[in-house]
């Protein structure tokens, strides 16, 4: 399956936890485009897995089948650790479906947690966790 991340007209929400300064965020920011495609890779790589998403069955989640393609950032949360030291990311997204009337809804929520020792170095993905909408 592609995907395909969608502006949902909705602004992601931003936390900051733990003293993550504004210079830090502005620092993050500017390699926005460097954890999208962190995410989008981690996202594809999970709704492809079949293990992990289904192609049909009753009672399994998440179907690959219901799934459009098309995803969305929710929010966003920036914390400091001590221990390791460094910055967590949680970016949660939501993964939509199609509704019987054609519209979409949100189907399918996974959260991608990255990880850098500093605000230069590679993220390292911490995991990525899924739940129903």
Known sequence: MNLKLIESGIEPNIEFY????????????KRWNE??????????????????CFDSGEDIFPL???????YYIDSISYIKHVNPIGIQIMIKTRL??????????????????????????????????????
């Open 64 to 70: 690959r089948s219901e799934l459009t393609g098309n």
């Open 96 to 133: 939509t479906k199609t509704l019987q009337n054609g519209k979409e809804d949100d189907y399918l929520e996974l959260d991608v947690t990255l990880f850098t020792s500093f605000i230069n170095h590679n993220f390292e993905v911490w995991g990525i966790d899924s739940s129903s909408i």
């Open 35 to 52: 954890i999208l495609l962190i995410v989008h890779k981690e996202i594809l790589n999970y709704v492809n897995d079949d293990n992990l």
């Open 18 to 29: 733990d003293g993550i300064s504004l210079k830090q965020y502005q620092d993050l920011s």
